[in-house]
Each structure stands twice: as structure tokens, then as C-alpha cells.
């Protein structure tokens, strides 16, 4: 299970930005946030899904260059952080289209990003996943069924 796809930088932060208070509370248990990166093979769109059974949250990642492989990872709120302290926020929007970046798994386990727009090129970040708790924890899709289009697998 590799996956590759090209999105924008602000695509990017928008999501984990709307999703990371939904995982990131004081009444949050660590052991039931949960973070999943949903990337379905041709579509123009990736879903970042999040909940801690108290709060749901989805949003959209507008991909620019979609991947040939679906995947379902699992993220921590910690390498969200990690992620937007890499990648800040521009405020400078005469260069805003030009930032891409490039999210890839080289390995499973892992998933790398980076920026392929030419502007900081080079920077990068290889973050770890941890396993997917599908089995103890595979109400996901369930919760935020219906903040999506498609009714949860």
C-alpha cells in the first residue's frame, strides 16, 4: 500500500487546521483521538477524518495531482503539529499558487511531504504512522458518515 498525491500548501493546512481541535481537547482521551488520511485512487479530493468519540470532524484536501493507489492512514494529533510547524502559514498571497507539495509513503509506516513547488525546495518531513486500530476502533467512517458524499464503508 504506497500512495502518492500533489496538493496545494494552503489545501493542505486548511484540513489539518479544521481538524486538529477536534483531537486536540482537554476532555480528549490520547488513547481515542484518532486522525485518518483517506485517499482514494483517480480522486480529486483526500479526506482527513478525525474524532475522539466526543467531536467528529472531515475535511477536503483539494489534490492537484491525484493518486494512482487508495490508502487509509492513521495520523497523531502530535505529527499534525509536527506537519504545520514545517509548513507554516504565508501570509505573502503573490506567492500562495505557486506552493505544492508532494505527500508520499515511501514505506509502510511512514509518509513523507514535501514542498515541490520550487519555492522552499527541498523541505521535506518523513513522519511516522502508527498501526491502524481498525479493529478497536472502526467506527470512524460511521461517525462522520454523514459529513460526506458517500456512505461510510
Known amino acids: 500500500m504506497t500512495f502518492a498525491f500533489t496538493t496545494s500548501w494552503e489545501g493542505w493546512r486548511r484540513a489539518l487546521t479544521a481538524v486538529l481541535p477536534h483531537v486536540d481537547r482537554k476532555d480528549s482521551s490520547e488513547a481515542?483521538?484518532?486522525?485518518r488520511l483517506d485517499v482514494t485512487a483517480g480522486s480529486d479530493v483526500a479526506l482527513v477524518w478525525a474524532t475522539n468519540l466526543v467531536t467528529s470532524a472531515v475535511a477536503r484536501i483539494p489534490l492537484l495531482a491525484p493518486s494512482d493507489e487508495s490508502a487509509l492512514v492513521?495520523?497523531?494529533?502530535?505529527?499534525?503539529?509536527?506537519i504545520l510547524v514545517m509548513f507554516?502559514?504565508?501570509?505573502?498571497?503573490?506567492?500562495a499558487p505557486e506552493r505544492v507539495l508532494t505527500i508520499t509513503q515511501?514505506?509502510?509506516r511512514l509518509i513523507q511531504i514535501e514542498d515541490t513547488s520550487g519555492l522552499f525546495a527541498g523541505q521535506e518531513i518523513?513522519?511516522?504512522t502508527p498501526v491502524m486500530p481498525s479493529d478497536r476502533f472502526p467506527d470512524v467512517p460511521f461517525l462522520l458518515g454523514s459529513h460526506i458524499d458517500k456512505p461510510p464503508a
Do not use: F, M, W
Open 106 to 108: 515511501p514505506r509502510e
Open 74 to 82: 492513521e495520523l497523531e494529533p502530535g505529527t499534525i503539529k509536527k
Open 32 to 35: 481515542l483521538s484518532r486522525v
Open 88 to 95: 507554516p502559514e504565508v501570509s505573502d498571497s503573490i506567492v
Open 126 to 128: 518523513t513522519v511516522p
